[in-house]
């Protein structure tokens, strides 16, 4: 026997609705957590020399990321891990934070988030050399 869908368009609709319910909540979750977590310069030549890793994660973005400190300077950065869905990637951020030696750059146009997840990670990394 085979089962026929009475109302296959209202089923497609009510399935369609359910998906865009939850893709909103994620994307409202994604950007609560940009909003509530600015990025906060540290000052580098405070910083233990040391090789640090730092994690950020704001639900659609996230970066994990490397950060060699030496002589108070960041002598290496590297991007670990760096989930960015269909969004532009702001790898390019790593260069201008070694060039500045600071988390105070401005970010990669059109990877506005990527940016400032992948900066907030570094802040984080940083942080665990202070003191």
């Not at 960015?84 to 990877?111: C, D, F, R």
């Not at 988030?113 to 984080?124: G, P, V």
Request: charged share 25%.
């Amino acid at each position: 026997m085979k089962k026929i869908i009475k109302y296959p368009i209202i089923t497609f609709i009510i399935i369609l609705l359910i998906f865009a319910v939850i893709a909103s909540c994620a994307f409202l979750e994604y950007k609560k957590k940009l909003r509530e977590n600015p990025v906060e310069n540290v000052d580098v030549k405070k910083v233990q020399d040391g090789v640090y890793t730092g994690w950020f994660d704001a639900t659609l973005v996230n970066a994990k990321v490397e950060v060699t400190v030496q002589k108070g300077k960041i002598i290496d950065l590297k991007l670990l891990q760096h989930d960015h869905g269909k969004g532009y990637s702001g790898e390019a951020i790593l260069a201008k934070v070694l060039n500045e030696q600071s988390l105070e750059v401005n970010m990669i146009t059109g990877a506005t988030a990527s940016s400032q997840t992948i900066l907030k990670a570094i802040e984080f990394a940083l942080r665990k050399g202070l003191d």
